[in-house]
């Protein structure tokens, strides 16, 4: 390397042709020299922070990633070229905001876990709040998670068909003023706020059943209306995406459309679908307002009965912990352990949803390779 | 089975472009017509009006009359899945099923249709389907897998294999050959000879040599200026068109000399 350097020297005193090619050549640095490097800048700031006795590790992360960047550039410059520089500031950079981002998700995950696993075990998993009363050390989830699996179950039944019927409907048939005011209704329908579907439902209920009548069927209901918008532009977006060369080649061969639909275009989209779809109910399975308003607050026994009385669910359950808080002596501690297993919970149960979605649409898509 | 097609003041257009112009051509069955002309002239597009899925393509329109033996296919009372399932296609582009293994991509016209076969008749479909489309020596061990995962010529012959499966009364190709290689490229060609003595077929190629080798028939479009209508120049024997046509235009097309 220092060989084609000197070349280019020699080159351009004018001993023989300029060689452009060895300009092609530099030195670089070595692959374990950042690593290095920033190991070093963490020692040098933290050692600095603690001479001055103010060390702290937010200050210190943050020192370290302006000092290395600092060095990392005055470094890439001196050994290698501008153009190098420029690469690592950039690369330097891109890596600090991808930290940055990670921060909150990491941050709130760990503080989730460390302050749910205090009371997640079997027999919180297990058992009821029923006759719990706020000062005993008892009491658990199950009837939330039976509330939220009946509720967002029923939500999804619902929404699925009507949102992939939909979608079908806007992608594959749908031209003219009728699809675009679909696709329009659809875009407003996904700006509407969670309380307002709440309210909707809870008007509904009076009218048909009268006032006081709410229960799980009326939060389900209130969940699919913010569920449905979301299943169909997912499944619309998916469903774009299936080629329509794919399309043709079984109109080609006589197949009609509408087998077309089921045979080819649905299972050729399948994985996307379920992706969308379990996205959506990720995002309806932690609402809570609606659910306030029409399965209610206040129910303790296990009740999988959506047609009657009221129903609790993961969040609402959080939110009645958490509201109960304030309570003096060692009924407060007892809720406020209860609201981070509870929302230990519920992160575990998406996930568990999101794995399953995985694992069905891995089994289902189009399989590539050999 | 072959059957023959009678084309009379065909216009076809996207939208408002008027993309082919005035078409007046017979496709005589037990044969094999060759479109040839320059890119961008019609052809796909015209070929696509034979079997109706032209009118697949959002905005697009037809006028005119195309004969299937006695029926117009373009009669309302025509349903344009009945007239696919009497033409089929294979694409400029190959386009297996990414979802179905090469065995059920060969059957996908059985399957897609949910017609009922027995296994011993799926079989025997599948591998001559597949060697006449000279694909069943590189597949034969490996028909449970997907059929995305062949290379770009071998999805095209699995196309044709597929095409052809159905047994078609007329089969269109366009640029079947286009990814192939000149060994496939003549297995093509010995199954289009084959395929002739049963079907009438018409195949869209820029390979004047391939239009010569196995055409009974060749058609020459061209289009004056892009935006123009592309237009059929003349029709005839294959034998005429590349030794004495009648028109100047074709000529210099053979002949390799433009404007
Ligand atoms: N889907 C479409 N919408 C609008 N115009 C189209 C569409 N498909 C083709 N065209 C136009 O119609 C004309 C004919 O196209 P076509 O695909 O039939 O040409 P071709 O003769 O098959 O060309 P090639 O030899 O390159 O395949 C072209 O001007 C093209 O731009
Ligand atoms: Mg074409």
Redesign the interface.
């Known amino acids: 390397m220092t060989t084609a350097t000197e070349n280019t020297a020699t080159g351009a005193a004018g001993d023989g042709p300029p060689l452009r090619t060895a300009s092609m050549h530099t030195r670089t640095l070595p692959g374990w020299f950042p690593p290095v490097l920033l190991v070093a800048c963490a020692a040098v700031v933290s050692g600095a922070l603690f001479a001055l006795g103010s060390f702290h590790p937010a200050s210190a992360t943050v020192l370290t990633a302006l000092v290395y960047l600092i060095a990392i550039v005055v470094a890439s410059a001196v050994v290698e070229n501008g153009r190098k520089a420029t690469d690592r500031l950039v690369t330097g950079i891109v890596y600090c905001c991808f930290v940055l981002a990670m921060v909150p998700l990491v941050s709130l995950l760990t503080t989730v876990v460390v302050n749910g696993v205090r009371r997640f075990d079997l027999y919180f998993l297990s058992v009821s709040m029923n006759g719990v009363i706020p000062s005993m050390d008892a009491g658990g989830v199950y009837h939330a998670i039976v509330g939220t699996l009946v509720i967002t179950g029923i939500a999804t039944a619902i929404s699925v068909p009507v949102g992939l019927l939909t979608a079908i409907y806007v992608v594959e048939y749908g ?1 003219g003023r009728l699809k675009a005011a679909i696709t329009f209704f659809v875009d407003v329908m996904t700006g509407i706020p969670s309380i307002v579907a709440g309210l909707f439902v809870v008007a509904l209920w009076i009218m048909i059943f009268g006032p006081g009548q709410t229960n799980g069927l009326a939060g389900a209901i209130s969940l699919s209306v913010l569920m449905i918008p979301v299943v169909v532009r997912s499944s619309e977006e998916m469903l774009r995406l299936v ?1 329509a ?12 459309k509408w ?2 639909i089921v ?2 275009v649905l ?2 989209a399948v994985a996307g679908l379920t992706t969308g779809i379990m996205l959506a109910l990720a995002r309806v399975i932690g609402e809570t307002a609606p659910l306030i308003l029409t399965a209610g607050t206040s129910s303790t026994r296990i009740n999988a009965n959506p047609a009657e009385g009221q129903m609790m669910s993961l969040p609402v359950f959080i939110y009645q912990q958490v509201r109960a808080m304030g309570s003096s002596g060692d009924a407060g501690v007892f809720s406020e352990e209860r609201a981070w297993a509870a929302a230990l919970t519920l992160i575990l149960v998406v996930m568990l949803l999101f794995l399953a979605a995985r694992l069905v649409s891995r089994f289902f ?6 | 089975m072959a059957k023959r097609i009678d084309v009379s003041d065909l216009n076809v257009y996207y939208g408002k472009f008027h993309a082919v112009e005035n078409v007046n051509m017979t496709i005589e069955p037990r044969s094999v017509t060759a479109f040839i002309g320059s890119s961008g002239c019609g052809k796909t597009t015209f070929l696509r009006t034979l ?1 109706r ?1 032209h009118e ?1 393509t ?1 905005g697009a329109s037809v006028t005119g009359k195309v004969m299937l033996d006695d029926i117009d296919i373009y009669d309302p009372s025509v349903d344009p ?2 007239v ?3 033409i ?2 294979v ?1 400029q ?1 190959a ?5 179905m293994s090469i065995y059920d991509n060969v059957l ?2 059985a ?4 017609q009922r076969i027995s296994k011993r008749r799926a079989d025997e479909i599948v591998e001559r389907s597949l060697r006449d489309a000279n694909l069943w020596d590189e597949v034969k061990n ?1 028909l449970n ?2 059929g ?2 062949l290379s770009g010529g071998q999805q095209q012959r699995l ?1 044709i294999a ?2 052809t499966a ?1 047994e078609p009364a007329v089969l269109l190709m366009d640029e079947p050959c286009s990814a192939l290689d000149p060994i496939s490229t003549l297995a093509i060609e010995d199954l289009i000879s084959k395929l002739k003595e049963n079907y009438t077929i018409v195949i869209v190629t820029h390979n004047m040599q391939q239009a010569a080798r196995v055409s009974d028939r060749t058609a020459f479009f061209n289009v004056e200026d892009t935006g123009k209508p592309g237009k059929l120049i003349e029709i005839g024997d294959t034998n005429k068109i590349f030794t004495k046509p009648d028109k100047k235009e074709t000529e210099n097309y053979i002949t390799g000399r433009f404007g």
């Open positions: 031209r080629p060369d794919l399309r043709e080649a079984s109109y080609a061969l006589g197949v009609p087998l077309t045979k080819v299972p050729t898509s189009p399989k590539l390779g050999r | 079997n899925m697949v959002p899945v009945a696919r399932r009497e089929g296609m694409f582009r386009n297996p099923f990414p979802t996908a016209g399957k897609l249709n949910n490996r897998k997907p995305a995962g196309c597929r095409a159905v």
